[in-house]
C-alpha cells in the first residue's frame, strides 16, 4: 500500500504554464488521469500579468499572430475576445544623444493579436476545464528519479509518464538523478529559454494620451534604459498602458529596480511628453532574476530566434516515458505561445499511443 503523502497516477506534469495545462487539457479530454505540479503559487509559469482598477497588462508574452491555428483554436473553444494590435500613428526613434524624431520605421507588431483581459485569460480557461485536485500549486519538484518525483514538501509521485512542460535547461537540474545518456544531457544544457533573459517595464495611465498626440506608442531607442516600447492598452484603449523591453544586460539589472523604473519614465517623458512621468502603476518583470524561468546561462540572451525543436538526443527517454512538452521542444514555432500549444500536442500524441506500466 502506498504512504498516504504519496501520489500515483498516469502522468506527473511538471509546469502549470500554457504547456502543461494543454497537456493537462489533452489527457483529461482522454480520461487519462495526471497530476500536475507548479512551484509557483500562480498558474502560467511566463505568462503573467499586473492587475490594475481598469483591467490587466501582460507582463509576460503579449501577441499572437494570424497563422497559428492552435492558439486560434484555443482562444475560439474558450470564448475569449482578440483585438488588433494598436499601430495607427507615428512611430518613434530616440538616438544615442536622446533626440527623439518623428515618422521612423513602421509599427513592428502591426497585424498581432492581443486579448482582452490579457494573455492569463488562456491560462485561467484551460485551468476551469480541469479538476482543481489535480492541480497542485506551490508544490515545487525538487527531483525526478528514477523511483519518481520527489516534491520540496516531501510528498513522492509515482507516475508512468513524466512530463517536463518547462524550460529544458530548468528540466535538467531536477534530472541529476535520472539515469540519462550523456548527449541527452548536452541537449538540455544547450537550448536557451525563450525570453528568460529579458525584462519588461509597463506603466499604467488613466487614458492613452499619445493616441491624440498621433503616436502610435512604438518607439525604438539607442540611448535607454528601454530599447523597445510598444502601446500596452487594452480594447478601446483601456486600461492605458506603455511597456518597454530592457536594454540593460541582466547583470546591470540586478538590485537596479526603482533606478530602472525611475530612469524608464524619464525616458517615456522623453518621448510620449510629461505626462508619460506619473504613472497610474509601473511595474518592472525581469524574468531573468526568475529561478523559476532563466537560469545562470540565460542571463545573456541569444542574438536570435533560436532554431527549437526537439532533438534527436531528447526523444524517447527512459523507454518513452519521461517527456519534454515545453515550447522550446514544440516542432514549430518554439519558443512562442503557438510553440506551447505544439509541444504539449507532441507529448499528448506519444502519451496516447502506447503506455507503459508505473515506474
Do not use: N
Not at 28 to 41: D, I, N, Q, S
Not at 238 to 249: D, E, H, K, M, N
Not at 311 to 331: I, M, N, S, W
Amino acid at each position: 500500500m502506498p504512504q498516504s503523502d504519496e501520489i500515483i497516477t498516469d502522468v506527473a506534469i511538471i509546469g502549470g504554464g500554457l504547456a502543461g495545462l494543454a497537456l493537462a487539457d489533452h489527457l483529461h479530454g482522454a480520461g487519462v488521469p495526471f497530476e500536475l505540479f507548479e512551484a509557483r503559487p500562480r498558474l502560467g509559469g511566463r505568462i503573467a500579468a499586473l492587475g490594475t482598477a481598469a483591467g490587466r497588462v501582460d507582463l509576460g508574452p503579449s501577441w499572437a499572430w494570424p497563422g497559428q491555428p492552435r492558439i486560434a483554436r484555443l482562444i475560439e473553444r474558450l470564448g475569449l475576445s482578440p483585438f488588433a494590435q494598436h499601430a495607427a500613428g507615428e512611430i518613434l526613434f530616440e538616438d544615442a544623444s536622446g533626440v527623439v524624431h518623428r515618422g521612423m520605421g513602421h509599427a513592428s507588431m502591426e497585424g498581432s493579436l492581443r486579448l482582452d483581459g490579457g494573455m492569463i485569460s488562456l491560462i485561467e480557461g484551460l485551468a476551469a476545464r480541469l479538476p482543481p485536485e489535480r492541480l497542485h500549486l506551490s508544490r515545487a519538484v525538487r527531483a525526478v528519479g528514477p523511483d519518481g518525483l520527489r516534491l520540496a514538501c516531501g510528498t513522492r509521485c509515482t507516475a508512468a509518464h513524466v512530463a517536463l512542460a518547462l524550460p529544458p535547461r530548468l528540466a535538467a537540474g531536477l534530472l541529476q538523478e535520472r539515469p540519462l545518456p550523456a548527449a541527452a544531457r548536452q541537449a538540455l544544457a544547450a537550448i536557451p529559454t525563450w525570453m528568460a533573459g529579458h525584462a519588461k517595464v509597463v506603466a499604467v495611465y488613466d487614458r492613452p494620451f499619445w493616441r491624440a498626440a498621433g503616436l502610435s506608442g512604438d518607439a525604438m531607442s539607442r540611448r535607454g534604459p528601454l530599447a523597445e516600447i510598444h502601446d500596452a492598452s487594452g480594447p478601446e484603449g483601456r486600461p492605458a498602458a506603455l511597456f518597454g523591453f530592457l536594454g540593460v544586460p541582466a547583470a546591470q539589472r540586478r538590485g537596479q529596480g526603482a533606478r530602472i523604473e525611475a530612469l524608464a519614465l524619464e525616458q517615456l517623458a522623453r518621448l510620449f511628453g510629461p505626462e508619460a512621468r506619473a504613472p497610474l502603476q509601473v511595474a518592472l518583470q525581469d524574468w531573468a532574476c526568475d529561478p523559476l524561468t532563466a537560469t545562470e546561462a540565460d542571463q545573456r540572451p541569444p542574438p536570435g530566434h533560436p532554431a527549437y525543436g526537439l532533438p534527436a538526443a531528447l526523444a524517447g527517454l527512459d523507454g518513452g516515458r519521461l517527456h519534454l512538452a515545453g515550447t522550446e521542444t514544440a516542432p514549430e514555432m518554439g519558443g512562442l505561445m503557438e510553440g506551447a500549444l505544439a509541444s504539449a500536442e507532441r507529448v499528448a500524441g506519444v502519451i496516447l499511443g502506447g503506455g507503459h506500466p508505473a515506474a
